[in-house]
């Protein structure tokens, strides 16, 4: 279809452009058939006029709060990628005197599939949902009250690809986990979800029933201080103990975000 000579149809796709309601490829479309063709330009030019002066007798609005707390966490999963960017670039004497038997939660290179700029996106198409119903108690909080922090963790499967969100309350000291694949745990397994500090051995935070929806486990705040990593492994039914870590495969890990709010 020419869409230049459907005048019609180009006056919607433009007035859809300049609204921004035009996403994904027919917004890739549109954008690369106007670098080659004057008339496209033209009518996003005159819809662009047209809309700005609707802002105009707008009144000023303040954001909301969840639109800060975005901002803030798509700067500290930028900062926290960096991180552990430099923590997986060993010298080369480091990576030869480094034992081949070493537990996997201490080879940090095993984290270089992650991109901060695709795990920020991601966290912050899961995370609004997610508060946004505790923006009204949070709004409701008194003045005296201390602040606390919150934990998140996006935790991705072996292509890279989300499959867990965790997320950590330290006023309500529980952890709450939300399965996104809905992949079902094969009979007589659970899976454990795991906690790597920088330093010391990796902690066990809780054994997952299987059940779907979120589910919520009290996990006291010594349990995740200091950690950088939380992953998810298939084990037996009922877990296995903490002490030398997980036993079966770990399918899920991501990096460990922390923020005071």
Not at 62 to 78: C, D, F, Q, T, Y
Not at 83 to 97: D, E, S, V
Request: glycine share 8%.
């Amino acid at each position: 279809m020419n869409i230049v000579q459907n005048k019609i149809l180009l006056q919607r796709l433009a007035a859809s452009y300049g609204l921004g309601t035009l996403q994904g490829g027919a917004r890739r479309r549109f954008e690369a058939l106007a670098r080659s063709q004057a008339p496209v330009r033209q009518a996003i030019r005159e819809w662009r006029e047209r809309l700005a002066g609707l802002t105009e007798l707008q009144p000023v609005v303040r954001p909301p709060e969840v639109v800060w707390r975005r901002i803030e966490l798509a700067l500290s999963l930028e900062r926290e990628e960096q991180r552990l960017a430099q923590a997986r670039k060993p010298t080369g004497l480091a990576r030869q005197q480094q034992a081949p038997s070493s537990p996997w939660w201490q080879r940090l290179w095993v984290w270089q599939g992650f991109s901060a700029a695709g795990l920020a996106l991601a966290l912050l198409a899961w995370v609004v949902p997610w508060h946004a119903g505790s923006d009204s108690s949070t709004q409701a909080r008194s003045a005296a009250e201390a602040p606390t922090s919150e934990s998140l963790a996006l935790l991705l499967d072996a292509q890279n690809q989300p499959a867990w969100l965790a997320s950590w309350d330290g006023r309500r000291q529980q952890l709450q986990l939300q399965d996104l694949q809905g992949q079902a745990v094969p009979p007589g397994h659970s899976l454990q979800v795991w906690a790597i500090p920088a330093q010391g051995g990796v902690r066990s935070l809780a054994v997952l029933d299987g059940t779907s929806g979120p589910q919520r486990v009290a996990v006291a705040a010594d349990r995740v201080d200091g950690v950088t990593v939380l992953a998810i492994s298939l084990e037996v039914q009922g877990g296995v103990p903490e002490a030398g870590g997980p036993k079966g495969p770990v399918l899920f890990k991501g990096p460990w975000v922390r923020k005071t709010v």
